[in-house]
DNA sequence: AAATATACATAATTTTCTTATGTATAAGTT
DNA sequence: AACTTATACATAAGAAAATTATGTATATTT
């Protein structure tokens, strides 16, 4: 194989943020790689978030301020372990709530007889 | 009022032209006004269609080969009327199938549960 | 007469991704 | 011992798709 994309939807524009959320939400801490690994099994494969994706959108939340993040060392190898700040379960909350509105939206959109 | 915003949700971006196909899929010729008044209405004005996303979005679908354009006159107003080709009624076929997906990969994430 | 609605269009900018590349260590394979 | 894959971070160049702003023109409503 090569390296590593994300799937050939478009769809996942814009979603990236809600998963990273998400997952810290249930997860408590994890670090970047973790992250796109653990994305990998929840899909079956589906998603695979590339490190240019990933890196810049954590870096972004950080600079937020709903992500604090904490440099660990394990086995010789560098870990930035991120968590939720309080404002980032806030944000955790309205991302989950949007995601909710906008399949309930495409839904009433694709299939307008169940709206 | 201003001008005209989508959704100040970031997961609707990507998610236009399976808006656009899905529409000239039901209702076999429309026009882009006609398209984000009506898309406004199915959503309940959660979701507005900015021209300047629309019109590029046509133009784009019809350079693919998925639409056809036809132009009339009514009221002394200019409507360019567009309706699927029979690629874009394949593609509409793909893009609702990666909607669904996309659905069931995102509740996979957010609600690992029901997995 | 002025404002709003209808109907198109495009340009500048921003956001968010893909793709490519770079660094470094650990573990597994040939 | 050498090579490849996995782990773990990062950033830069470019593409894609939107937002925001602006422009033109006609019809309708206030």
Partial sequence: MYICFMSNSKLYK???TTIILKLLNENDKMYGYEITQ?????????LNITEGALYPALHKLEAEGLLDVEVAKVDNRLRKY??????????????????AEYIKTMQALVNPKLA
């Fill in 14 to 16: 814009g979603s990236l």
């Fill in 38 to 46: 653990k994305v990998k099994v929840l899909t079956k494969g589906e």
């Fill in 82 to 99: 991120y968590k939720l700040t309080e404002n980032g379960t806030k944000e955790t909350v309205n991302k989950l709530e949007e995601l």
